[in-house]
């Protein structure tokens, strides 16, 4: 089955700082690779995604970027904010009726 | 309507007890999960419905039985849980199996 590894596990920076978060993926034939952010106490939510036939993906501050030889994909946040807090989760899959596999999550915490 | 609904929001349960938790979606997606998660890990998969039957269960214990009323509706059904199953219960829907639209989850205590 798929393995994602991810890291760091917690990341602190500095407000209008950049933030990486790294993935790792064992399965080639994953081809679709979400994002989601979750805040304290409240629900997973998918900020950004992509799929393994474009190697970037931009959303005003938040890229992902893919690498498929490699099977890596990391998440860009640029000029970073407090309410950019949060756990980030990414996640692999083959997409479809698939089931992605979560990584561990990183805890990133952004000091005003 | 694009929320996935949970009901309810906190529920604190004896170990003889028995509970349902609800979810709701009514965006027409045909598949939806439950999740279990444990503070600042990620959800881990119980029981995915397609099309309102059963498709997988990943081997999670008999004192947790889902049923799937309707395409909108789904229930966790809850019976002699230990306090170990105390955690964040998520429900999640999809139209393509993609994106998960999760709701707001169930905290619930088991003592």
């Known amino acids: 089955g798929e393995n994602v590894e991810q890291h760091p596990s917690t990341l602190s920076v500095q407000e209008g700082d950049s933030a990486v978060i790294k993935c790792t993926y064992s399965d080639s034939a994953s081809n679709y690779f979400p994002w989601y952010k979750q805040e304290l106490g409240k629900r997973p939510q998918l900020i950004i995604d992509?799929?393994?036939?474009?190697g970037e993906k931009k959303d005003q501050r938040i890229a992902v970027t893919l690498n498929k030889t490699a099977k890596h994909f990391s998440l860009h946040i640029t000029e970073t904010q407090p309410e950019d807090s949060a756990v980030y989760f990414c996640a692999a899959s083959r997409g479809g009726s698939y089931i992605p596999t979560f990584g561990r999550g990183t805890s990133l915490i952004v000091h005003p | 309507d694009t929320e996935v609904t949970q009901t309810p929001k906190h529920l604190v349960m004896g170990m003889t007890n028995k509970k349902s938790l609800k979810c709701e979606q009514h965006m027409g997606h045909r598949a939806m999960y439950w999740y279990k998660q444990k503070a600042k890990k990620p959800p881990e998969l119980m029981f995915v419905y397609s099309y309102e039957k059963l498709s997988i269960n990943e081997s999670v214990p008999s004192r947790f039985s889902p049923e799937c009323p309707n395409s909108s509706l789904l229930n966790l059904h809850l019976h002699a849980l230990q306090p170990e199953d105390s955690a964040l219960y998520l429900c999640?829907?999809?139209?393509?199996?993609?994106?998960?639209?999760f709701g707001s989850g169930t905290q619930l205590s088991v003592l």
């Open positions: 999640a829907s999809s139209q393509s199996g993609d994106e998960r639209f």
């Open positions: 992509i799929r393994s036939n474009v």
